[in-house]
T-cell receptor, first 114, second 114 residues
Framework: DVKVTQSSRYLVKRTGEKVFLECVQD?????MFWYRQDPGLGLRLIYF???????EKGDIPEGYSVSREKKERFSLILESASTNQTSMYLC?????????????FGQGTRLTVV | AQSVTQLGSHVSVSEGALVLLRCNYS??????LFWYVQYPNQGLQLLLK??????LVKGINGFEAEFKKSETSFHLTKPSAHMSDAAEYFC????????????FGKGNQVVVIP
């Protein structure tokens, strides 16, 4: 069974803290994604990575950075957490090859910044 | 950039009635299209995907979607709603050429009325 694992289901952090969200996939996928999910706004792409050490900004990259040092792991970093970053964060992975490659999602991390 | 539009954030349907969720994409070249479902407190799972082999696509749990190039649409239907269909549904698009970026619509929250 394919698996995308996010390190935490729930996190509470203080304003100004540096926050790391970790995601691991076991499918040898080239592409990995971080999305933010907010009510009424759907899933918005923060960053995605198409190979080790390679990344592209998504639609809302401000306040975030990412790291992909190994193919199976993609980290999202909040350099200085703010209350407006309270949200559900979803990680996904996807293989190459277009039409047959759907994305697989982790369970999500609900982050609260206080 | 590719995008999808889903109208009507909340959709109420009576048990046993037709479920119809609309998705329109913006692209000059038909992209890859997907429908995902998210049950409460869970990640997203694939319902179905358009592979260009057939315009009518059947998915899990009795759902199907029809690709209409002339209308740039990929609407999701189910003939008879069940209580277990209460969830959030997302349409997603990925470009036919270029990167593997996956963009989502804002979602439809489906409520099934007994």
């Amino acid at each position: 069974d394919v698996k995308v694992t996010q390190s935490s289901r729930y996190l509470v952090k203080r304003t100004g803290e540096k926050v790391f969200l970790e995601c691991v996939q076991d499918m040898d996928h080239e592409n990995m994604f971080w999305y933010r999910q907010d009510p009424g706004l759907g899933l918005r792409l923060i960053y995605f990575s198409y190979d080790v050490k390679m990344k592209e900004k998504g639609d809302i990259p401000e306040g975030y950075s990412v790291s992909r040092e190994k193919k199976e792991r993609f980290s999202l970093i909040l350099e200085s957490a703010s209350t407006n970053q309270t949200s559900m964060y979803l990680c996904a992975s996807r293989g190459q090859g277009g039409v047959h490659t759907e994305a697989f999602f982790g369970q999500g991390t609900r982050l609260t910044v206080v | 950039a590719q995008s999808v539009t889903q109208l009507g954030s909340h959709v109420s349907v009576s048990e046993g009635a037709l479920v119809l969720l609309r998705c329109n994409y913006s692209s000059s070249v038909p992209p890859y299209l997907f429908w995902y479902v998210q049950y409460p407190n869970q990640g997203l799972q694939l319902l179905l995907k358009y592979t260009s082999a057939a315009t009518l696509v059947k998915g899990i749990n009795g759902f199907e979607a029809e690709f209409k190039k002339s209308e740039t649409s990929f609407h999701l239907t189910k003939p008879s709603a069940h209580m277990s269909d209460a969830a959030e549904y997302f349409c997603a698009v990925s470009p036919y050429y270029g990167n593997n970026r996956l963009a989502f619509g804002k979602g439809n929250q489906v409520v099934v009325i007994p």
